[in-house]
């Protein structure tokens, strides 16, 4: 990458983590402890003749109340890739060699549907697709993860996504830049 390109490239990154990254100040403020008041009682001894029947919560059949039952659970994660990869009219050759993971990881993955790989490598495999941030939001959630505006990795991840810049190398020049963890296996 060109010297000049990347110190245009990191300024432009640096704005954006600051623009984008929750300050520490406003994390631990939203974690202050509160102190909620769950049951009151108009006399205390109302408490000890209480009975366990009055706190019981009624269980109720949840195809009847509308939750969603296991046989409405979305596709898996490794379903909703491999469906990706067809989709874009892909091989899965050249999607593990763009993801930068190696072929054995990735034939670890193939041969096991419930296979859930950490995020970081869900993010290569987003990135290989060149993915919107929409869809790799999607494919994040259907591992089990999610893209926070609290984590640095997270935000220079959005960064690149939004402007469309797919190359995991220099994805990684920058994660090495801010001390991240690098995409791929």
Not at 7 to 36: T, W
Request: glycine share 2%.
């Amino acid at each position: 990458m060109n010297q000049e390109l990347s110190k245009v490239l990191i300024k432009d990154i640096d704005r954006y983590i600051k623009k984008h990254l929750i300050a520490e100040k406003e994390k631990r403020s939203l974690f202050q402890p509160k102190i909620y008041n769950l049951l009151r009682f108009e006399e205390e001894d109302n408490l000890e003749e209480a009975e366990v029947s009055d706190f019981s919560i009624p269980l109720i059949d949840a195809e009847i109340a509308g939750v969603p039952c296991f046989a409405d659970l979305d596709e898996s994660f490794m379903t909703s890739l491999f469906r990706m990869i067809d989709d874009k009219g892909l091989s899965e050759v050249d999607i593990y060699k763009k993801a930068n993971i190696d072929r054995r990881h990735f034939s670890k993955m193939r041969s096991n549907p419930a296979y859930v790989p950490r995020k970081r490598t869900v993010v290569a495999l987003a990135i290989a697709l060149e993915l919107d941030l929409d869809l790799t939001k999607d494919l994040l959630a259907k591992a089990g993860y999610a893209l926070s505006r609290s984590m640095k990795f997270d935000v220079i991840i959005e960064y690149f996504i939004i402007h469309k810049k797919y190359d995991i190398h220099e994805i990684n020049a920058m994660l090495m830049h801010y001390d991240q963890a690098l995409l791929g296996s």
